[in-house]
């Protein structure tokens, strides 16, 4: 069974970078492409971008120019730096394993609350 | 892009049947197979319940059933029990930049 854990800073202080990393076990983050997504309190999910193993990614265009998406596949991670966060940043992070093709989330993580706030 | 639209809340009695609805547009919902339905329960992982607008994937009750109909997806829960109780969020792949859409999300209470 695909396990996946978000880990990283629960409080980020506002301008500065928020780090989140996504580790999976119980497979190889080989062969599949994986996602964050969010949940700002109260409000509804956001998509924030996927990558797939070898590298290659895409980000929701709303948070493209702060973004980025990494993959370590001999860490068996992958991981999310947004840069320049603002208090609209607030969220629980899901990381997700993205099936392609079919574009739907087939393994989650509990997700992670990140607070932006000095 | 917008959220696709699903009511805020739904209720039943426990054993009656509910159906969410999740609206979008020929871009999203109308224009592809790729409408996916998740279960949240506060603090817990979201779970897949319907993917393809109509699969179910292995372990899911055959409770939950998915439908579509033009721009509009559904998810209906028959014979519904306390354990259904959890936000419900519709997705679709999307050909806008934004590449995946969610729903507005549903809360099921039941009664």
């Known amino acids: 069974q695909v396990q996946l854990q978000e880990s990283g800073p629960g409080l980020v202080k506002p301008s500065e970078t928020l780090s989140l990393t996504c580790t999976v076990s119980?497979?190889?983050?080989?062969?599949?492409?994986w996602s964050w997504i969010r949940q700002p309190p109260g409000k509804g999910l956001e998509w924030i971008g996927y990558?797939?193993?070898?590298?290659?990614?895409y980000y929701n265009p709303s948070l493209k120019s702060r973004l980025t998406i990494s993959a370590d596949t001999s860490e068996n991670q992958f991981s999310l730096r947004l840069r320049s966060v603002t208090a609209a940043d607030t969220a629980v992070y899901y990381c997700?394993?993205?099936?392609?093709?079919?574009?739907?989330?087939?393994?989650w993580g509990q997700g992670t609350l990140v607070t932006v706030s000095s | 892009q917008s959220a696709l639209t699903q009511p805020a809340s739904v209720s039943g009695s426990p054993g009656q049947s509910i159906t969410i609805s999740c609206t979008g547009t020929s871009s999203d919902v109308g224009g592809y197979r790729s409408v996916s339905w998740y279960q949240v329960h506060p603090g817990k992982a979201p779970k897949i319940m319907i993917y393809d607008v109509t699969s179910r994937p292995a372990g899911v009750s055959n409770r939950f059933s998915g439908s579509k109909s033009g721009n509009t997806a559904s998810l209906t829960i028959s014979g519904l029990q306390a354990e259904d109780e959890a936000d419900y969020y519709c997705s679709s792949y999307t050909s806008s930049s934004t590449f995946s859409v969610f729903g507005t999300g549903t809360k099921v209470t039941v009664l």
């Open positions: 990558i797939h193993y070898s590298g290659s990614t």
């Open positions: 119980g497979g190889s983050i080989n062969n599949y492409y």
């Open positions: 997700a394993r993205l099936r392609w093709g079919r574009y739907y989330f087939d393994y």
